[in-house]
C-alpha cells in the first residue's frame, strides 16, 4: 500500500476522505435495513467499492466536471455532491428526489445541480451519453472532463465498445472506469470476459488503459490524478479498470450463498477496503480509534436525520406523473 503523505493531500482532505467513506458504508447499511422493513422496494450496495470510488471522485473537480455513474456509485455521488438526504428521497421515491422527483428505481442517481446525469436501468448506456457529453465540451471548447462507470460483466455491451471507439478517434476528455468486483451478478470473470484484464481494452481502442487496486486509496488517487490532467489538457480519454470487491450479495432481491461459497464469503471480510484504510490512518498518526468513533457516531446522527426527514416529505401525485419526465415546450 503506498503511504497516505504519497497523495499530496493534505491531512484535512484525508480526514474528508474517511468521513465519504464511512458515510457510503453506513448509509448503504441504513438502505439495507429499510428494504428489510418494507419502507423502500430495493438496493444495491456499493459495499467493498467505497474506498476506490472515493478515491477516484477526489481526483476531479466536481463543481464543472460530469458524472455519468451506475448503480454502486452511491458514494462517489456523494464526493460530487449529493447529500445523504438526496440519496434518502430517491430510495423512498419522493417528489423531491433529485434524481428523477420518484420515477426511477432506488440507486439511479442523478443531479441536476451537481452535474450528474441519471441512468437507465439497461446496463452502460451510460457509455456512449458520456461521449456525447465529453464531445460536448470539446465543441464548445470548455475544460470540463467527463467521468462514467459500469461493471466489468456490464463492459461487455456493444455500447461500451462503441463509446469507447468513438472517445478514442475524437481524443475526448472523457475517463472511462470499470468496476470489476469479479461477479456479474452470479456470474464469474471467467464466463465474461477471456481478456486477461479489462484495462488492456484501452490500448486497443487508441488510449492508456490502467488497472489499480481500488483498496488502495493513493494508488487509485494518483492514477486518476494522471489521468483527469492529461484529459483536461486535450490529450484525450483514459480507462481505469478499478480492483473491488462486493462485500454484499448483487442486491436486495439476492442472496449470494446460493453461489458463493462459506469460505469466499468469509473471506470477504478479509478484503475490505474500509478495514485497510481504517488501519493505514492509525498506523500514519492520521486518526486515533476514538476519534473515528466519534465520527462514526455523528454521521449516524446524521442519517437518522436524512432518513426521518425524507420519510416526511411528500410522495409524487398521480396527477404529476408525465412531469419531469418530457422536456417542457
Ligand atoms: C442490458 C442489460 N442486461 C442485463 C441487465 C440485468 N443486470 C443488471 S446488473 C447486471 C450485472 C452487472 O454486473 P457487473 O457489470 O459486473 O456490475 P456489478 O453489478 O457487479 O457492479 C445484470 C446482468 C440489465 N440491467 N441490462
Ligand atoms: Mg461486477
Not at 119 to 137: C, E, N, R
Not at 143 to 159: H, I, M, P
Amino acid at each position: 500500500m503506498k503511504k497516505l503523505e504519497e497523495s499530496g493531500l493534505t491531512k484535512e482532505e484525508i480526514i474528508q476522505a474517511y468521513r465519504h467513506i464511512l458515510m457510503g458504508r453506513r448509509l448503504d447499511e441504513r438502505l439495507w435495513q429499510l428494504t428489510r422493513i418494507g419502507k423502500t422496494s430495493f438496493n444495491i450496495s456499493g459495499q467493498g467499492h467505497e474506498v476506490g470510488q472515493v478515491a477516484m471522485a477526489m481526483a476531479f473537480q466536481p463543481e464543472k466536471d460530469y458524472f455519468l455513474p451506475y448503480y454502486r456509485d452511491m458514494t462517489a455521488c456523494m464526493v460530487w455532491g449529493m447529500t445523504p438526504k438526496d440519496i434518502m428521497l430517491g430510495s423512498l421515491g419522493k417528489e423531491d428526489d433529485p434524481s428523477s422527483h420518484g420515477r426511477q428505481m432506488p440507486n439511479h442517481y442523478g443531479s441536476k445541480e451537481h452535474n450528474i446525469v441519471s441512468h437507465s436501468s439497461t446496463v452502460s448506456t451510460q457509455f456512449p451519453l458520456a461521449t456525447g457529453v465529453a464531445y460536448g465540451a470539446q465543441l464548445k471548447k470548455q475544460d470540463y472532463v467527463t467521468l462514467t462507470a459500469t461493471g466489468e460483466g456490464s463492459a461487455n455491451q456493444g455500447e461500451v465498445q462503441e463509446a469507447m471507439n468513438f472517445a478514442g478517434v475524437k481524443k475526448l476528455p472523457l475517463i472511462f472506469v470499470i468496476e470489476n468486483n469479479g461477479y456479474a451478478i452470479s456470474v464469474g470473470t471467467d464466463e465474461q470476459y477471456a481478456n486477461e484484464t479489462m484495462a488492456e481494452r484501452g490500448p486497443a481502442y487508441g488510449f492508456p488503459g490502467k488497472r489499480v487496486n481500488g483498496n488502495d486509496f493513493v494508488e487509485t488517487y494518483l492514477a486518476f490524478k494522471e489521468v483527469v490532467e492529461l484529459a483536461r489538457s486535450g490529450e484525450g480519454p483514459a480507462l481505469i479498470e478499478l480492483m473491488v470487491s462486493r462485500l454484499t450479495s448483487h442486491s436486495a432481491d439476492d442472496d449470494h450463498s446460493v453461489y458463493r461459497s462459506k469460505e469466499d464469503i468469509e473471506n470477504l471480510k478479509k478484503n475490505d477496503g474500509l478495514l485497510f484504510f481504517e488501519k493505514q490512518l492509525i498506523d500514519e498518526g492520521y486518526l486515533t480509534r476514538e476519534e473515528m468513533t466519534d465520527i462514526d457516531t455523528e454521521l449516524k446522527k446524521e442519517i437518522n436525520q436524512a432518513t426521518d426527514e425524507a420519510e416526511e416529505m411528500p410522495e409524487p401525485t398521480a396527477d404529476s406523473i408525465l412531469d419531469h419526465v418530457y422536456a417542457e415546450k
